[in-house]
């Protein structure tokens, strides 16, 4: 079955750099991008950008503009969210999504990942 | 950026009931509308894309309509299991900005 597995709970001073990995099974990795939304404690969601899985393309949230990176290595149907200058308001349960994009240019994001807590405290 | 506001934003109803979520998108935005279903300490779960397909192992009691700003999420008979919160989100322009989200509680 498709599946989306992310890497476990971190815990970041302010400052600092996290890379959280998604890593996708039963699926064509290439076929498809990956999305990373996250969400504060107690909120709802906040689409961060994707990645195309097939040409390693990105569209990145303007507000995390020059702080998050988003790769691939399709070697082993990985996916990355590194996010950098951690602040407290950074902390937040960190999602990957499968993206699918219809013809028609529409995209939706099925199925996601467990969900990764990053939590950044002094 | 483009606005998605839902309403209510909370909901209570019985079990049975017929359930209407509505979600506006500051611009047209065609049908480029997704609804999700979050349970909690859970993932989002894809219920509706494109507005109004069915997304495959999805309850037939779920559905979705509307094109350019005004869409809704309709239960046609609230069952135990779906008591959670739903999100819509637009996918026409990016960032691709979800709504606020709907809590859909037991009465």
């Known amino acids: 079955q498709v599946q989306l597995v992310q890497s476990g709970a971190e815990v970041k001073k302010p400052g600092a750099s996290v890379k959280v990995s998604c890593k996708a099974s039963g699926y064509t990795f290439t076929s498809y991008g990956i999305s990373w939304v996250r969400q504060a404690p107690g909120q709802g969601l906040e689409w961060m950008g994707w990645?195309?899985?097939?040409?390693?393309?990105?569209n990145y949230a303007q507000k995390l503009q020059g702080r998050v990176t988003m790769t691939t290595d399709t070697s082993t149907s990985t996916a990355y969210m590194e996010l950098r200058s951690l602040r407290s308001d950074d902390t937040a349960v960190y999602y990957c999504a499968r993206v699918s994009i219809a013809a028609a240019g529409n995209k939706w994001f099925d199925p996601w990942g467990q969900g990764t807590l990053v939590t950044v405290s002094s | 950026d483009i606005q998605m506001t839902q309403s209510p934003s909370s909901l209570s109803a019985s079990v049975g009931d017929r359930v209407t979520i509505t979600c506006r998108a500051s611009q047209s935005i065609d049908n480029y509308l997704n609804w999700y279903q979050q349970k909690p300490g859970k993932a989002p779960k894809l219920l509706i894309y494109?507005?109004?397909s069915l997304q495959s192992g999805v309850p037939s009691r779920f559905s979705g309509s509307g094109s350019g700003t005004d869409f809704t999420l309709t239960i046609s008979s609230l069952q135990p299991e779906d008591f959670a919160t739903y999100y819509c989100q637009q996918s026409y322009s990016s960032p691709h900005t979800f709504g606020q989200g709907t809590k859909l509680e037991i009465k």
């Open positions: 494109a507005a109004s």
């Open positions: 990645i195309s899985a097939y040409n390693g393309n990105t």
